[in-house]
């Protein structure tokens, strides 16, 4: 991993300026720690340990939360209760996930995309880069980087505050980190763990580490953590690319036909090394006054090697004589022959190989002060993301012979793809390079500086209990760009290269949940060696392609009133959030700008009443917006001659605007039972599409898939959540959830369709059971069907209902000492992708296997 280059900003220089300055001016000021005082005194002490012990303490935060939140509890340090952050969230309603790679890197909230919610880390946003040349470049934050060892719990907002940072139409997600003058003097903690991938049959190591430390005096304390985890990602996939509707070739006898263009067996085979550091610190000089500095470090690498045996149609001879057509007038079986002699393999092994590295970090000072009457919190403060991939791809196949190379495919299920001649797979001599060696850096930077205050003031006016004002500036900027030092192919050609000098073996046993006979289980795969030949061979000019720089500048100003009476409290607000933005680029060659200002005025209004002791009511509404995606603001082009795509953008976007309407009741019939069901509205306006059509393109040999983004319109979101959770207090418990969800959006076709990423049912079930020796835990997520967009397909494409079944069980060992037991995806359940428009065919098809993780933890 490189060096992480740390900048001094403008903010990081406030941040220790500020730590001298605010040490002297406020020394002498007198009162208690700032904190939410109506809030803090109404929630109950929980101090019920394990399982049970999570579960109430995030059942009193949201019983007494003004708004509509969920809350997830860590009772003690080491003790989240699933293995990451994303697999906690999936339990909560409403929530749905997604998972990319088999862990969740992305969470769907009330019916948006994972783009529309926002993850901030102790209150604020956290800088973040994706890694994927072909992924989207959005703003959620990948809970990948996260290791949940540090996290003492996290709040889910539903409803809008004027004080909770703007940009989620889904959610805000709040991660919080541990305080060392919150946890007793001298707490040390040390975990090691081993997991276990059955696809791959290997154990990769993990180890954590807390040290916590305060004076007698309780005025000072320091809190050291440090986490480690290596992991295999292996992800097996069947992949039809493109959309039929939009390749049309030619057989042999002349005839066209609607038929995918390529298709592919695929295995991502990655090494994954995640770390996570903190470095705390806080000052109470006086019980009026709280210092505190907090540091976080997360870095990601993602060494992998992504093998897959593509066969592309148009490479060879469609043959009249073996088509076969569903009712759509698609092609779902046919061959396509070499045309004998040198030129393309209609077959042939494409290898990716990647070297991911990311780092993000977050650098806060916070002052809180506290006199009787008022109080205030200010915050300076900045994150940084780097991403820096390096990535070489190249081609290998039969040119010598490529009748050799010809192949039959069929998509009327899980796809096929039948070497014409057997032998073909059995040897790597058989497979030249041809037509592509890229080598290519891309580089992608997001910095964020931002400062922020917040002051709170006690009243005595009816039933007005508190006024809340505040100000934030914030300063973000993404920059991304992709440096290409092509191999010259021709060059690797003369030398006769074959994947025998990359020998990497071979793969069996693949798709073995979903796949059929025919589905290219085994194939020669390369080593990692290819690498070597691309450094020493790269071109000696850089070709700088996709460059482009986005930068926002938010001025954001809010007014709360906190209210009560008797049986009743809320809050009513109002947030102003004024954004400039200016977007650098290329387009045709040529450098390109574009600007945008908008303003927004986000009012909010929170209530909650005492129906009884045990039952509340609440009911919710305000306005939101988030912000478009830097893909879509970018002034710049993405050209893949390869793929005959291009993606084009511009700032001049508007934000998408949400009302939204929460009504609710909750039933707490037990220190740690619930029942609870809630109404939500959401109406979207402003909502950005991203439309696709093949159009010739400057830049492109001769056609593209171009893909570019609008503001087209509106959509809708209607859905009930419900809850349950009880403690039979015999060591037995249930938690379980359930939300509907009716979403639509009208296109600019014309047509009404459901949102992206979005499942109409969904429902999550777990039970456990605890005494002082054991717990354990079951769970079951499940989702039905959902659209989402898949390889450039240009139309809709509709997963099929995904479930999946985690399962823990941890033996209290000793008094400190526990030995614990983890299992994710039992079943190894399979995503499967469908293109309704085209007779329901097979899209793709991934399969990530099941984990198991065996681990020890200890504590003093």
Known sequence: MSTKRFKLSKIRTAVLCCMSFSSTALLTASGSVMAEEAEKKAIEVIEVKGIRGSLTKALNTKRFSNSVLDSISAEDIGKFPDKNIGDAMQRIPGVTVVRTYGEVNGVTVRGTAPEHSMVLLNGQNVASVGWFDLGGINR????????????????????????????????T???????????????????????????VEEWDPAYSALGSWKTDDEKFGILVAYSNEESKVYRETLSNFGSPGGASLTDNMGNTHSTYGAMSSILFDEDRERSSSQVTMQYAPSDDLLLSLNYNLFELNNDHNNSALFGIVG?????????????????????????????????FNNT??????????????????????????????????????????????????TANAGYTYSVDGALEIIPTNADYMSSHSNFMIFQEFTYINYVRDNDIDYLQSDFTFQLDKGIFSTIETGLKFQNQTFASRGDYRDVDVNVAIADGLTLADYNGGFVSGLHSKEGRSGSLSAFPVASRGIWDYAEQNQATTTTTLSQFSIEEDMTAAYVKANFQGEGF???????????????????????????????????????????SDDLIFRFAAGSTVARPDYDDMQMAET???????????????????????????????????????????KNISDYIETTSAVESYAGCSETCLVTRSRNVGTADVTGIELQAQHDFGNGFGVQGNYTYTDSEVTNSAGKTVPLNEVSKNSFNVSAYYEDDSFSARVAYNYRDDWMREYNGSGSASVNDAYSQIDASLVWHAMENVDISLEAVNLTNEALVLRQPDFGNVIHSIDEFGA??????SIKF
């Open 140 to 171: 959620s934050f990948n809970f990948e980087m996260l290791a949940s060892e540090q996290i003492s719990g996290m709040d889910l907002y539903k409803s809008a505050e004027a004080n909770v940072n703007e940009g989620a139409i889904g959610g």
């Open 851 to 856: 984990r198991y993780y065996l681990g020890a």
């Open 352 to 401: 990716v190989l990647r070297t991911p590295e990311m780092q993000t970090d977050a650098l806060n000072f916070t002052v809180e002060y506290d006199s009787d009457d008022w109080s205030v919190n200010i915050v300076a403060g900045s994150s940084s993301a780097e991403g820096r991939t390096k990535q070489s791809s190249t081609w290998w196949g039969d040119t010598e012979n």
């Open 315 to 347: 490479f060879g001879s469609l043959d009249s004589n073996s088509i076969t057509k569903n009712n759509a007038g698609v092609i779902t079986r046919a061959t396509t022959n070499g045309a004998g002699g040198a030129g393309l393999a209609p077959l």
């Open 173 to 199: 997600v709040n991660l919080k980190t541990r305080k060392p003058l919150e946890l007793d003097a001298g707490t040390v903690f040390a975990s090691v763990e081993g997991a276990y991938h059955s696809s």
């Open 569 to 611: 409290r809320g809050n009513i607000g109002l947030r102003y959030v004024d954004t400039d933005v200016i977007s650098k680029g290329s387009v045709d060659g040529q450098p390109s700008q574009g600007k945008k200002n908008y303003t927004n005025f986000l009012p909010s209004v929170n209530i909650a009443a005492d129906i």
């Open 639 to 681: 050209i893949s001659v390869s793929f005959a795509t291009a993606t084009v953008g511009s700032p001049d976007l508007d934000p998408y605007k949400a009302d939204q309407y929460d009504i609710g009741l909750e039933w707490y019939f037990d220190q740690a039972s619930i029942f609870g069901a809630t109404l939500f509205i």
